[in-house]
């Protein structure tokens, strides 16, 4: 399965000196950067990267169980310091599928609705509706 996995830096933890932000760097960017090159080769992670402009990943992450996805997080060093949110992804058949499923149920529910209203007027609505048109080409 996979995960959008979304990390945003905790702004308690934003360095706030030049020597924390070199301390930072050092000890976080630089060997959690290297942990998602391994991933990426490993095939764990599956698109994404660092975003522009923030101390911030987005990352799409293959895993068979939420335990693998809780451990590669976890793998980062940079984790303990982020706010971080996990969305699970469908596939794009698996979707199709879904929606299959969904649009036949509702087709179903509309045909017995329809059903269930033509039973209980007795074919009212078409009396009506021609004696409306009857009317309206009188006025002409």
Do not use: H, N
Request: proline fraction near 6%; hydrophobic fraction near 40%.
């Amino acid at each position: 399965m996979q995960y959008l996995v979304q990390m945003k830096l905790a702004d308690s933890v934003r360095p706030r000196s030049p020597e924390e932000s070199i301390a930072f760097i050092k000890q976080y960017v630089f060997p959690t950067l290297e942990v998602c090159d391994k991933l990426l080769e490993e095939k764990k992670i599956v698109a994404g990267g660092p975003l522009g402009g923030a101390i911030a990943l987005a990352l799409v992450v293959r895993a068979e169980s939420i335990q693998e996805l809780d451990d590669l997080i976890e793998s980062l060093p940079i984790w303990p310091l982020m706010q971080t949110t996990v969305i699970p992804l469908t596939s794009f058949e698996g979707r199709r599928v879904a929606g299959r499923q969904r649009l036949e149920g509702e087709v179903r529910r509309a045909g017995e609705r329809s059903q269930a209203a033509a039973a209980t007027r007795g074919g009212e609505p078409a009396a009506r509706s021609q004696s409306r048109r009857r009317r309206s080409t009188r006025r002409i």
